[in-house]
């Protein structure tokens, strides 16, 4: 395959993984006003969980969905315990999720050891799937068309439901929403839950590319802000453009300009913060 | 029994006594307008009730029922309703969405959270109306960040009426209006039935003394007058507030 296409089709492979990392980010940051510092780590956390529950015999797409419930679990149980009773100490939200990162950094650390974990890829997507006489390689077209599918049904979800409506108007206006009767509190689970679920199940779904090892989630936990400060918060459709943006930088900035490849991934953000704090689609200046 | 009852109420921020030993009655369908200098304490009275900020003594009941440590989303259920000095709406939404979300989070539909809120026929009908009854039905379909601030009046006031409270509290309704949309909002708030119970926050005395039976006038935070229109305005501790002793 051409290189250019190759470096193309991976940046759209990372752009799909980090969707799925960040929208979750992003409707967490939108709703609480919290930056849950903790995500990278439903990431690395979710993909050590999917490592085990893989190393019990599971097939790896039953490993990905029960790593993203244990995550559900785990993201809403520290929700309830921890953040709520720090609700309006922002300082104190974000230095909690950031002593959680730490913590869960140790004790994967602990757990599963410090070598890099490669997992295989699925079964029946190890191959390549021939395109307008292109051959692209099955699991990474795999990732881009599941991140497709999850990004409709969460924006089906946002925009089509109840749930959504009160979701959309608890971003908005938290206390508005609060006075026309909405249980705001119970929607902060729900998107704790949601977030840190599909977080874990994106972090076994990068597995076979990205393997996993200890650091994966200070790696991941920058992308995740820049897509948000990109695209916005509480904003699905600013994840879903800030994640194939990134992707692309990150990749091609590597390729063409690897001494400044961090400046090209970090300046976009500070323009937008200089410039659009709220975003290019967010609703709210973080 | 009164429609609101405050016993007592106080509130500090840090050293800051911002409410102090506040006791109020509002009998069912009496207009209370409460008055009082910038930093009396009004629109904190406003939070304690509505549960936004939690008290650190007294207590408050509505219609008998002690709500003091309900949280705010409940109180809306047990009928009390408010609007804000701020306007503060879901602007991306548009002006039917936003009724409409205030008559779902009252509604048993709230339950259902995954069918559509837009194909609820009975919550549609309803928000219609009630933007129909402050004179913005053909706006319906637009989104409240495209329309003027004397309209985001009407439509709180209507996602407030929607709810059908006993008790409705206006945190300062005709500020920021234009000399026509003050009289728009006062035909609107005039229309009210008296079933509905109003406390309202207001600077601009020659409207809101029209709307009230009583006025109450607070200062640092203390009922300091209480009393009927001519009551309050020949009391000396009015005077001393407001022009000094």
Partial sequence: MNQWLLLGVNS??????????????SLIFGLMRIPNLTHGSFFMLGAYIGVSFLG??????????????????????????LLRRLA????????????????????????????????????GLSGAVPIASIVFPAYRLAI???????????????????????????????????????????????????????????????????SVYPGLDADMLPLALIIVILGGTGSLLGALLGSIVVGFLYNFGQVLFPEIAYIILFLPMLLILLFRPQGLFGRHAP | MSALAIKDLGKSFGGLRVTAGVTLALEAGERRLIIGPNGAGKTTLFNLITGELKPDDGAIALFGRDITALPTRARPH?????????????AQETLLHNVTLSLLGLSPLRWSPFRRLDRQAVLIERARAALASVGLEALAGRPLAQTSYGERRRVEIAMALVQQPKVLLLDEPFAGLSVDERKDVRRLLASIPRDVTMLMIEHDMDVALELADRITLMHFGQIVVEGSRAEVVAHPRTREVYFGS
Avoid: H, K, N
């Fill in chain 1, 56 to 81: 019990l015999g599971l097939g790896f797409w039953a490993a990905a969905l029960l790593a993203a419930a244990a995550m559900a679990v785990i993201g809403g149980g520290i929700e309830r315990l």
């Fill in chain 1, 88 to 123: 309006g100490q922002e300082l104190a939200q974000v230095l909690v999720t950031l002593g959680l990162s730490f913590m869960i950094a140790d004790l994967c650390l602990m757990i599963w050891g410090g070598d890099p974990i490669s997992l295989d890829t699925p079964a």
């Fill in chain 1, 12 to 25: 759209i492979t990372l752009g799909g993984l980090l969707f799925l990392l960040s929208a979750g980010f």
């Fill in chain 2, 78 to 90: 047990l009928g009390l309703a408010r609007t804000y000095q701020i306007i503060t709406l879901f």
């Fill in chain 1, 144 to 210: 881009v068309v599941i991140a497709v599918v999850i990004a409709v049904a969460l924006w089906l979800m946002l925009e089509r439901t109840r749930l959504g409506a009160m979701i959309r108007a608890g971003v908005d206006d938290a206390p508005m929403a609060r006075v026309v009767g909405i249980r705001v509190s119970r929607l902060f689970t729900l998107i704790f839950c949601l977030g840190a679920g599909i977080a874990g199940f994106a972090g076994v779904m990068g597995g076979p590319i990205l």
